[in-house]
């Protein structure tokens, strides 16, 4: 009770003392593309109130704008550790590590946030593209394996069903259906 009593008193150490005014004006600049301004900014937020879980989010978005992607990783794990169960850190997060080309970091996140939420129709996309990622096979080589192309079909498809008239989901579909023909009719390749 007393470290509450004293968490009260001291706001600002304890987190939840900003008056919001960094965050406003740090999202603000994250939406006009100015990420260096942003950054500051956010860290400000994240600063004035460790416990703001869009403070972080928007900080590593910043970041990723940035290119700085340690430390965007960075802000959405320490998102992560705010609200666990929200799936909103564990999609940032997802899109940092495909950006870098980790495959099995970014298939984590995304199976976590389907997990969490089956229905999440960004997730399931995701998991399709980022199955479609070259990554290095048994033998040594860089592509994408037929099980990869597999589990890409397999998420698209359950995404085709939540929105069946969902463009990008169809277009990706068909690609990873096209991808897998070729590999059953090889001769067929142009």
């Not at 978005?61 to 700085?68: E, F, S």
């Not at 959405?76 to 997802?94: F, G, M, N, T």
């Amino acid at each position: 009770m007393r470290a509450f009593a004293l968490c009260a008193l001291l706001l600002v150490g304890c987190g939840g003392g900003g008056d919001g005014k960094s965050l406003a004006q740090g999202k603000a600049l994250l939406a006009e593309g100015k990420y260096e301004a942003a950054a500051a900014e956010l860290s400000k937020a994240t600063a004035e109130d460790r416990n703001s879980m869009e403070a972080w989010l928007n900080l590593g978005h910043a970041y990723r704008g940035l290119k700085r992607y340690d430390n965007a990783l960075s802000a959405y794990v320490a998102a992560k550790k705010i609200d666990r169960h929200s799936i909103v850190p564990h999609l940032a997060h997802a899109k940092v590590q495909m950006d870098l080309g980790h495959v099995e970091q970014a298939t984590t996140e995304l199976n976590l946030v389907v997990e969490m939420d089956p229905k999440n129709l960004e997730g399931l996309v995701l998991l399709g593209k980022v199955s479609q990622i070259p990554a290095r096979q048994p033998d040594g080589t860089m592509g994408v394996s037929r099980a990869s192309l597999e589990r890409a079909e397999l998420n698209l498809d359950a995404a085709t069903r939540l929105a069946p008239e969902n463009a990008e989901v169809k277009t990706e579909l068909a690609a990873v259906r096209a991808k897998l023909a070729e590999l059953k009719n090889p001769a067929e390749k142009k």
